[in-house]
């Protein structure tokens, strides 16, 4: 599974920093760094974090490549 | 054929972040014809803005940024195929390996590629990089890692600031060099580029202004550089970061109206031929793009804006499967975001449309402000440094048009009506070293119609 | 019936059940003037644009002199502005979040996780419970005890201090409610006088709770006494009366809608998203009733005036039509719920992420068991406060063959 956020909406509110640490991380007070490949482990977490952020900024799904298309 | 398209044949060509949003809207929408998706690099749509980010800072592989989709588009990818040739008449996409693929309806989306070094044996000197692909990255942040004396950046837009940024963070000395005045002056304006100038210089990077790199110097290996005002930068990896140009050639015999600010569509995306004539089966999004927006004077835009290109794409997709009255217009403000030295910085709405900035909220000083933009006494743009939260609020006035400068009342102690005005300070383009990331194009879609040639 | 007592009639305590047909006539208005003087604004849009609007402030000491209000000599940084809320609100982030401490609440998952399990075996074999007396409530104060530092022996001292604090949150006005506001801040000083005690036992010897890192912070990151007292109080109120509403009002609204609750037992997936419509259609905090505006207003075609108090009624907003599909309709895998159960802007909830994750471990422990659980009464009793809405008590039936 990949993520992309979208961070043109980002208000920095860092739910994704506190629910997923590994994943996600704030680069001073409000920059967002994130890693895109989401190793199995992870996944729960970023999925937590997905559903808490409060402009729905974060997209989790299948790379192209892992569609059956 | 009529407007709503439901099945029949719709071919893609870029298969980047434009591509691929529109592919997933198509779906949505109904189409369930065959979609096919053309695109030169070899690998899957991936995400761009981490390559200057976290790619560089080593936080992730430069392979790992492939895009997620929200659902299988259901395509056929043709992947690692230059497009060639459009054929408007026999609405054919014409591709490298000699196939041509026939086209109901066509959207263009082939975005950009990094401004080369002008002097092409300085530019293929080992050490001397662009920062656009994947495989770009991946190869940078391998020098990076490898822990050069120092990095000569050339050029202070976002993207050079951010290197430099990555640059520092890892404990490398950098060099910037800018033929304007500050960095970001030409997305910014003067009061924000001098807080840039802070902020690269309290990080330890040497800036040099108002230069511009005569030579790269360099026996097979890149060694260093001659500056106009006569120094020398010793560096063992230098990164030309001189923005971007638009790719248009493979249009070069298509009768569009194709040039170097981009392709010109309508606010509904349909691109314009070289005539000025609308057409209505040839649709354009992204990067590639120049479309003209109200809030602008109906000026035509070139941005190269994630948020545009997911937006565009959007629209466009929606409007190539739908018949002309449920068509939408692409409104979307402009909004961009870069981080640099550990600040967040996002815009709203185009900044160099301005002849006048405030700071509304914080302070220069405490390196958290909003500054806004006003053109002829209405507010056209907001810069957010670290203050992302309020963004919104400004955002809503430039949909307003609201009146400049905005009025009083900002919640942190701070009566606007106090800071003056002062001009904003925005520089011809032409004179920087960075492209703006965001252009005002004027309002003829054939304007630049200057006939393009292939490069090779 | 005219909108302008509407604020009475939320406040009225029989409105408690059910407050959302208030709601939606505050909707048809947009914002509402009541009699006291204040402005309601209902509407999602208004709501959420409100939040980030510089010109609404959160500090009463902004308010026209016919609506002064009392505040304490160091307010918390919930009733502050910027820069003074940004400065009070990231030295108390420095011990629980980002960018310093990023792991801090994610690493508690585990304790959280014990303390759930133990509530739950301690329910083992009963077949009558309150799910507030015996788990709600327990929970979140044993969670924000040991995240602040604080003994959790010592829950009677401060949840009697902690309830004459919400009870003064109401929104009538006059006698009765001065006399409150007062209680509430004596209450306020003993609590801030017992954490800073707290916390000066553990200056030079500190543990890993948030009191010895705020007493033991080095000089540019120090919080003075007054402002760790009030920060500390504030914390302390926040984190332990409003989670046990969420948590009740899960089971009561899964135990309302079994079809839901049937679909989060064979997919606990859904958990984290169920959590966030719960927000949505069950706001523990209704409404904000701390801001003023510092210049006149423009909000649905209304003006509102410079210094009035302005209600922001989150809980309207949630139910917003123009906003949310089928608003009235309770559904966990409801897409793009943006709901307002935080606030937003920069004084978006402090502990969401704490309330979250207690929430969905919570809820996760008891769903396997709700199966056969009736509720004993529906509506349940409620609790005094319109702004801290939640059940007073819920007693539940199990069958004694579940455990
Ligand atoms: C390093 C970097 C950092 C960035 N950071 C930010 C940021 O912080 N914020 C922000 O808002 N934006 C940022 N951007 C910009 C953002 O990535 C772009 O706006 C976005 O990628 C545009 O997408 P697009 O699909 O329109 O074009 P592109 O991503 O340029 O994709 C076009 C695709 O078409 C392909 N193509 C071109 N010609 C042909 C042809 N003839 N045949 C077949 N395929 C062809 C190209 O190879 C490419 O794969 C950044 C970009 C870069 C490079
Ligand atoms: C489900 C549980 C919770 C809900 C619904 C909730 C709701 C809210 C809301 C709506 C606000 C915004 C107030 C405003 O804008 O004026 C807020 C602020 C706040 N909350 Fe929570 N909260 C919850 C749990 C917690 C917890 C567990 C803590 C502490 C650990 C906490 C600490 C705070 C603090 C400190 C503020 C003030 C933030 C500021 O002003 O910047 N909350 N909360």
């Known amino acids: 599974m990949r993520i992309v956020v979208d961070l043109t909406r980002c208000q920095a509110y860092a739910q994704c920093v506190f629910l997923a640490p590994e994943m996600f991380e704030l680069h001073g007070e409000e920059a967002l760094l994130y890693r895109p490949d989401v190793p199995d482990e992870q996944l729960e977490r970023v999925r937590q974090a997905a559903a808490a952020c409060p402009v729905q900024a974060i997209l989790v799904g299948e790379a192209v490549s892992a569609c059956a298309g | ?456 | 019936m005219a909108v302008d007592t509407l604020l009475e009639r939320i406040n009225d305590y029989a409105s408690r059940p059910d407050p959302y047909p208030l709601y939606a006539e505050l909707r048809e208005v947009g914002v509402a003037r009541q009699t006291d003087g204040s402005y309601l604004v209902g509407g999602y849009y208004d709501i959420a644009a409100l939040f980030h609007d510089p010109r609404l402030s959160s500090d009463r000491r902004n308010r026209a002199a016919e609506f002064a209000a009392p505040m304490p000599q160091q307010p918390s940084f919930i009733q502050l502005d910027d820069p003074e809320h940004h400065r009070l609100r990231g030295l108390a982030t420095r011990p629980f979040g980002p960018p310093h401490s990023p792991g801090r609440v994610d690493a508690m998952r585990g304790e959280i996780t014990g303390i759930t399990d133990q509530l739950i075996a301690s329910l083992q074999g009963r077949t009558r419970i309150d799910i507030v007396d015996d788990f709600a409530y327990p929970l979140p104060v044993t969670v924000i005890c040991r995240l602040l530092g604080v003994p959790r022996d010592d829950e009677p001292v401060f949840h009697t201090w902690a309830t004459t604090i919400i009870d003064s949150l109401d929104l009538t006005s006059g006698a009765d409610h001065d006399e409150r506001t007062r209680a509430a801040d004596r209450a306020r000083e003993e609590m801030g006088r017992y954490l800073v005690g707290l916390a000066e036992q553990r200056r030079g010897r500190p543990g890993d709770d948030m009191l010895s890192a705020f007493i033991n912070a080095p000089k540019p990151a120090a919080l003075t006494h007054d402002e760790l007292a009030a920060t500390a109080v504030l914390l302390l109120i926040a984190g332990h009366e409003t989670t046990v509403n969420l948590i009740t009002n899960g089971v009561l609204t899964l135990l309302r809608h079994p079809d839901q609750l049937d679909l989060l037992r064979r997919e606990p997936a859904l958990l984290p998203g169920a959590v966030e419509e719960l927000l949505r259609y069950e706001p523990p905090v209704q409404l904000l009733p701390q801001r003023t505006p510092l210049t006149d207003l423009e909000v649905a075609d209304t003006t509102i005036p410079k210094g009035v108090p302005v209600v922001l009624v989150l809980a309207s907003g949630n139910r917003d039509p123009k906003r949310f599909r089928d608003p009235d309709r309770f559904d966990p895998t409801r897409p793009d719920n943006q709901h307002l159960g935080f606030g937003s802007g920069i004084h978006i909830c402090y502990g969401a992420p704490l309330a979250r994750i207690e929430a969905q471990i919570a809820l996760g422990a008891l769903i396997p068991r709700l199966g056969t659980a009736t509720l004993v009464e529906d509506p349940p009793p409620y609790r005094h406060s319109p702004v801290l809405r939640g059940p007073r008590h819920l007693p539940i039936e199990l069958s004694p063959s579940r455990g």
């Open chain 2, 1 to 456: 054929m009529p407007g709503d398209l439901r099945e029949g044949r719709i071919v893609i060509v870029g298969a980047s972040l434009a591509g691929l949003r529109a592919a997933e809207t198509l779906r949505e929408k109904g189409f369930t014809g065959t979609l096919t998706v053309v695109g030169d690099e070899p690998r899957p749509p991936y995400d761009r803005p981490p390559l200057s980010k976290q790619v560089l800072l080593g936080k992730a592989a430069a392979n790992a940024t492939e895009l997620p989709t929200r659902w299988d588009p259901d395509a056929e990818w043709r992947l690692g195929v230059r497009a060639t040739g459009l054929d408007p008449i026999g609405k054919r996409v014409l591709l490298a390996d000699g196939e041509s693929l026939p086209f109901d309806r066509l959207l263009i989306a082939t975005g950009t590629r990094a401004r080369p070094w002008p002097n092409p044996q300085e530019a293929a000197l080992d050490g001397v990089f662009t920062l656009r692909t994947c495989d770009d990255a991946g190869r940078l942040a391998d020098r990076l890692a490898a822990g050069p004396r120092r990095v000569l950046v050339i050029g202070a837009g976002f993207t050079g600031s951010e290197i430099a940024s990555a640059c520092r963070e890892r404990g490398i000395e950098v060099t910037v060099a800018e033929r304007g005045p500050a960095p970001l002056v030409g997305a910014l304006g003067g009061t924000l580029s001098r807080l840039a100038a802070g902020m690269q210089r309290a990080h330890g990077v040497d800036l040099r202004c108002g230069v511009t790199v005569t030579a790269l110097r360099g026996n097979g290996r890149f060694t260093g550089a001659d500056l106009s005002d006569g120094s020398r930068i010793d560096a063992d990896v230098c990164v030309v970061a001189m923005g971007a140009v638009r790719n248009v050639e493979w249009l070069a015999d298509a009768g569009l109206a194709a040039g170097p600010q981009g392709v010109a569509c309508d606010a509904g995306c349909r691109a314009f031929n070289m005539y000025g004539i609308v057409t209505d089966d040839v649709f354009v999004a992204g990067d590639v793009s120049r479309f003209p927006h109200p809030l602008f004077d109906y000026q035509m835009l070139s941005l190269e804006h994630w948020g545009n290109a997911v937006a565009q794409a959007e629209v466009a997709a929606h409007n190539m499967v739908s018949p002309g009255p449920l068509r939408r217009p692409h409104l979307a403000v402009p909004v961009f975001w870069s981080s640099q030295f550990g600040f967040n910085i996002k815009s709203v709405g185009v900044p160099t449309f301005s002849d006048q900035v405030v700071i509304a909220q914080g302070s220069l000083a405490a390196r958290r402000l909003v500054a806004v933009y006003g053109y002829r006494g209405r507010i056209t743009a907001a810069v957010t440094v670290n203050m992302a939260k309020w963004l919104e609020y400004y955002q809503r006035l430039i949909e307003t048009a609201a009146p400049f400068p905005p009025g009083p009342g900002a919640a942190d102690g701070h009566p606007l009506v106090t800071e003056f005005p002062i001009p904003s300070d925005v520089p011809d383009p032409k004179g920087l070293s960075h492209g703006p990331t965001v252009a005002l194009t004027g309002h003829l879609p054939d304007r630049r119609l200057t006939v393009v040639r292939r490069a090779c």
